[in-house]
């Protein structure tokens, strides 16, 4: 089963990977775009059921994956499953 | 009307990122996964309708955010849009 787990840091929680991204989008020339953040994206496949899957998967992100004082998850199956 | 790009490193592309993932996940003891791969994920918020924001969110990829050569991108609209 394959998911992916989108981490993104908390609001509040200042990110200048965003921030130097609107810089450069500004410069050149884009308008009309606000509250850009940038996140991480895992990719994983787990040779288990969907609701095992999930399990092992929360797991893994508050283990290892994800940083939970400053960072949020949430895990995401493909469209067609 | 908010949307994510995804980027992740095309298939064949080295992921060291990934590869590091999976064997910190190893030694934690996980098993029954494969195939992780680390990407990006962009969250923007665009001040357009749908086809005006995906035509500009492909600019954006274009000329700043996505590296054509060793990445892929998708735009994803959150799922109640």
Redesign the interface.
Known sequence: MKL?V?I?PKNGVLDPQ?KA?EN??SQ?G?K?????????????????DKDQAIN?TD??CK???VNLIIEDYEIIFDREE
Do not use: H, P
């Open positions: 992916n989108k993104m965003g991204i450069s989008l050149l884009f009309n775009f606000s509250e850009i953040r940038q996140g991480k994206i895992i990719e994983i496949d787990i040779d288990a092992i797991e893994m283990k290892l994956l």
